[in-house]
């Protein structure tokens, strides 16, 4: 006799909505069965049905609410059963959530609590039934309406429960797997089969089941048939017939399936449901809302706003399909597009993408929440660009327009603003007009004047600083119009006098951008004695390393009383002066006993006055005279540097294999600069080149794009892949990168070259997807492969895997040397071998491969030197649907 935990066991009927044994296409029917085909339901919706049977009764109902985050669902199951050797009665609650992963994959659930009595007690039991479906889209035609139509694959599991109590008569877990598509349709029919097998509890049996349904206008019909010794109830043929009613805010349905007699199931069954779903399919648009910050920009990589983000909300009723982000100059000239990658291609799945695409909203997966721009334009194809280009766009104002669509076509307003690109720091000039003043009222230099000339907009901001030189600030003033003289009394801001000694003045500005600038002066002296003397620097260090860059110092004596002088001494040491110690770590010294032995300058080439170099370090040069009447003013002691040892470099690239085509994957590089030097940064450069080897097979490295800049720069540069000329890396090439600085007294380091590969790119072209390889290569006039280019063809065919649902070209193009003929002979015979290398030995179908041989006539650079010619000697893959 049947068992009541047959339904909840086997039933393909009762809870697929009455579908005479089969899941059906439908996502509402098989959701009942398949959690996973929640996530296809996009109307709310009801469905209740019952069982007629002399043995059973009971009903079901179904709630499903579709979301941005996914399908929720709640479906109570009720039977009651006259056989008093099984339960008499049974109560599940399934609590569902379902929603698409990817295009193809999806996911759901349901959480189930279960209540079951019977003649030898009850029990309780709360389980989980998770679900898997892949849809592979298929349109495969066999001509005639005839094909393979949405072929999908499913994997479900039933009754995975912990149960207390009296659990001998309770459903016993199920695991289902089994395939559906649809093979033929028209306009107004259509008709699909499935297939599935079932394990149930020790698995010792595996039921199989067969399903075939039809549908037409508002009709349909179903039946199937169920092989298994373990279930009565539906074992052997089940039949299903419907009618459906789609109106414009909604549908209606009825459904009943019926269970004929058999040699086991003695009297014939009945199931009955109506149900509906409501609500219009949305034609509701996207909305958008975000910021941009920050506003202006200025794409320099001195580490201050080098990029602005575009932040990104989007709220919509149903699934994104695409967007955009055009960026335009102020002529209306879109300069710089992102958008959806629209390919169909078989991405990895790990842990991590399956936890974000089941938990985030639905719109959140496609549109990306955050859009970085470094301020470049669209990259060029290799024909476009020329050396000339430059891919960096000009300073000025851009407007952008973000526009969205569903997948109902509905599109966006778009969400438009400006954004402004500004890498001009503002510029400022200063100049002392003395170096040394007393302000102690005896009118002369009583006030330190400087003269300050800025250039920048009118916003810019300033900020003037008096530090002593530990660098702490002793007065500071703020502009936003910095006046043309600065005027300094020698008083703090409480109006105390501020000590005598060595000062700097600097000047700082700042743009919206982010720029800055900052000048100083040379160090000034303060003293209030009346017979003042100072020393003038030419500089504040040296280099004395023999490159003819600040190889030496001048040093300018300054005497205001030159009258009475008997003795002179410039003195150089390593330790700073001490009223009882003032010649510590002598180094050198320069002197004399009369005023007319007193030189205008002194130069200092480093060296000891014994002749020897000295270490790097920082020195002190200080001033001294006596005079006849027994005075015996001294200079502040003058800080000096010595360097000559390079900046310490160091650079290394995020990416060991870099793929920069737009599908999503290992699409930006980003260089990591690590520069160390004590006596600060002049300017540096990070150059990126590509590696070719010319006819003599001579290794050359091919200048391909530069990152510079100044006294400031950024940790951590990301790169898009465009070089200086606007054009994208190659495919399959090595490109060496290397770091230089040079410090502020000339030393200059590089760092050691580094290296990263590009792998194969798929870019998209108004040809279609193309892959362009110019590293598949052939000896001379020969259409054989060479065996150095069977790693780049096994990375080719491990891409090309990726898209199955792509039928392949392959173009073969030469170089001009040689008789056109022949060029176009040898193009085809290269274009063969590379498809019969990739059927034979990566197993590619060679139905989706054809080739054509091209000759020369389609080069992407002009013949006039061998890189150009290596580059349009090449290999090129169309993939088109």
């Known amino acids: 006799m049947p068992q009541s935990r ?269 149900g509906g779903n409501w609500g219009s399919v949305d034609s509701k648009p996207p909305i958008i809302s975000g910021s941009v910050s920050p506003g202006y920009f200025s794409p320099n ?45 078989q991405r990895g799945f790990g842990f991590r993408e399956f936890y974000e695409s089941a938990f985030n909203r639905r719109e959140s997966l496609v549109v990306p929440p955050v859009i970085r721009w470094d301020g470049t334009a669209n990259r060029l194809a290799i024909e476009e660009s020329g050396l000339g ?92 119009d910095a006046p043309p003289t600065f005027v300094w009394n020698g008083q703090k801001p409480d109006g105390s006098e501020a000590p005598e000694g060595l000062y700097r003045y600097e000047l700082a500005g700042l743009d919206y951008a982010g720029n800055r600038s900052l000048v100083k002066t040379r160090p000034f002296t303060l003293t209030r004695r009346v017979d003042t003397i100072d020393l003038i620097l030419s500089a504040d260090g040296l280099s004395p390393n023999g490159d003819k860059v600040l190889d030496s110092v001048s040093i300018r004596p300054e005497v205001q009383f030159r009258t009475g002088i008997t003795s002179w001494e410039i003195v150089i040491t390593s330790k700073k002066p001490e009223p009882d110690s003032p010649k510590p770590g002598l180094v050198a010294e320069f002197n004399g006993v009369t005023a007319d032995s007193l030189p205008a300058s002194i130069v200092w080439d480093g060296k000891s006055s014994g002749g020897a170099i000295q270490p790097d370090g920082l020195y002190f040069i200080t001033f001294r005279i006596r005079y006849a009447n027994g005075n015996s003013p001294s200079s502040f002691p003058k800080p000096l540097i010595i360097d000559t040892r390079p900046p310490l470099l160091g650079v290394e690239a995020d990416l060991r294999v870099f793929i920069p085509d737009g599908d999503g994957n290992a699409e930006e590089q980003v260089f990591r600069l690590d520069i160390q030097d004590d006596s600060g940064i002049a300017a540096w450069e990070l150059s990126v080149f590509e590696v070719q080897y010319d006819e003599k097979n001579t290794r050359s490295q091919l200048p391909f794009k530069k990152f510079s800049g100044t006294d400031n720069w950024t940790e951590k540069i990301f790169w898009d ?89 392959i173009e073969g193009h030469t170089d001009d040397i040689g008789d056109d003929e022949v060029n176009l002979k040898i193009s085809e015979k290269r274009a063969l071998s590379v498809m019969e290398y990739l059927i034979q030995n990566h197993g590619i179908d060679k139905d989706r491969l054809t080739y054509e041989g091209r000759g020369e006539v389609f080069p992407l650079l002009p013949n006039d030197n061998w890189y150009n010619r290596s580059r349009n000697r090449r290999v090129e893959i169309i993939l088109l649907k």
């Open 6 to 274: 047959d339904i909840a066991e086997f039933s393909s009927s009762t809870a697929g909505n009455s579908l005479g044994a089969t899941t059906g296409i439908d996502a509402v029917d098989a959701s009942m069965l398949n959690a996973a085909r929640l996530g296809e339901i996009q109307r709310m919706g009801l469905t209740g049905g019952v069982f007629l049977s002399p043995q059973f009764d009971g009903g079901f109902g179904m709630f499903y609410l579709p979301s941005s985050f996914g399908t929720l669902a709640i479906f109570p199951t009720y039977v009651q059963d006259s056989d008093p050797t099984g339960l008499n009665s049974f109560l599940a609650v399934r609590l569902g959530y379902g929603r698409l992963l990817t295009e193809n994959l999806s996911f759901g659930t349901y959480i189930v609590p279960s209540f079951g009595q019977s003649t030898a007690g009850s029990y309780f039991g709360i389980g989980i039934e998770p679900a898997l479906n892949y849809n592979f889209r298929s349109a495969l035609s066999f001509g005639s309406g005839f094909g393979l139509y949405d072929f999908s694959l499913f994997l479900t599991t039933r009754n995975l429960s912990l149960n207390i109590g009296e659990t001998a008569a309770a459903a016993r877990p199920s695991l289902r797997f089994g395939l559906q598509s649809s093979f033929y349709r028209n306009n107004e029919f259509d008709s699909y089969w499935l297939l599935e097998a079932l394990g149930v509890g020790d698995f010792t049996t595996m039921p199989l089941h067969f399903g075939l349904g039809a549908s037409w206008s508002f009709w349909h019909v179903r039946g199937g048939y169920m092989f298994s010794q373990e279930s009565e109830l539906f074992r052997g043929l089940s039949l299903g017939t419907g009618l459906k009613f789609d109106f414009e805010s909604g549908q209606l349905r009825a459904d009943y399936a019926f269970l004929p007699s058999n040699e086991v199931r003695k009297e014939a069954y009945h199931f009955l449901s109506i």
């Open 301 to 345: 990589h001195d580490g201050a706003q080098d990029y602005t983000f575009f932040n990104v909300q989007v709220q919509d009723d149903s699934p994104i399909l695409s967007w955009v982000l055009s960026i335009q100059d102020i002529s209306g000239r879109e300069v710089r597009r992102f958008q959806h990658d629209d390919r169909e291609i």
């Open 389 to 480: 280009a430059e891919s960096a766009l000009p300073d000025g104002a851009y407007r952008y327009s973000f526009i969205v669509t569903d997948i109902h076509n509905n599109v966006s307003k778009p969400w438009v603003g400006s954004v402004v690109i500004d890498t001009q720091a503002p510029q400022a000039r200063l100049s002392l007009e003395n170096e040394l003043f007393s302000p102690n009222n005896d009118g002369n230099f009583d006030q330190l004047i400087i003269l300050q000339e800025t250039f920048g907009a009118a916003e810019d901001t300033w900020v003037g600083t008096i530090r002593d030189m530990d660098g702490k600030a002793v007065i500071e003033y703020s502009w936003e």
């Open 721 to 809: 892949g465009k070089g200086d000329s606007g054009r994208l890396v190659e495919s399959a090439t090595i490109y060496d990168y290397r770091l230089a600085a040079v410090d502020r007294f000339g030393n200059r380091g590089v760092s050691a070259d580094s290296r990263f590969e590009t792998g194969i790119m798929v870019l998209t072209t108004n040809r279609g997807l193309q892959i362009r390889l110019s590293a598949i290569e052939f000896d001379l006039g020969k259409t054989t492969l060479k065996k150095s280019s069977y790693a780049v063809i096994e990375k080719l065919a491990t891409v090309l895997q990726k898209y199955p649902n792509y039928a392949i070209k």
